[in-house]
C-alpha cells in the first residue's frame, strides 16, 4: 500500500509550535465567520441585484442560500483536513544523569 504525501501548510502545520492548534483552529474559526458573510453581501449586491438584475426579496432569498452552501462546503472541507492530519504523539525526553 503506497503511503500518502501530506501537503503541509506553513502557517498552522508546524507541531513543533506549542500554538500550533490555536492557530489553527482560530484560523478556520474566522475563516467560517467571515466567508459566508462576505459570499452573502457579494452575492446579493454584486451577482443577484448587479448582473442578474433581481429584486431585492429574491436577492436575499439566493444569496442566503449562497451562504448556506459555502459553510456546508467549508464544514467538509474542515472534517476532510481533521481526518487526514497526521497525528504524532509528542515526543518526551528522558533525564538522564
Do not use: C
Not at 465567520?33 to 452575492?43: D, E, G, H, N, Q
Not at 432569498?61 to 476532510?80: E, G, N
Amino acid at each position: 500500500m503506497e503511503k500518502r504525501e501530506i501537503v503541509n501548510v506553513p502557517f498552522w502545520n508546524a507541531p513543533e509550535d506549542p500554538l500550533y492548534l490555536f492557530k489553527k483552529l482560530g484560523f478556520l474559526t474566522l475563516l467560517m465567520i467571515v466567508l459566508p458573510l462576505v459570499l452573502y453581501f457579494f452575492s446579493k449586491f454584486i451577482l443577484f441585484e448587479g448582473l442578474l438584475s433581481m429584486t431585492t426579496s429574491n436577492s436575499y432569498f439566493y444569496a442566503a442560500i449562497v451562504a448556506i452552501v459555502a459553510v456546508h462546503i467549508f464544514l467538509i472541507i474542515y472534517v476532510y483536513v481533521a481526518v487526514m492530519e497526521e497525528h504524532k504523539p509528542p515526543s518526551f525526553q528522558q533525564k538522564r544523569d
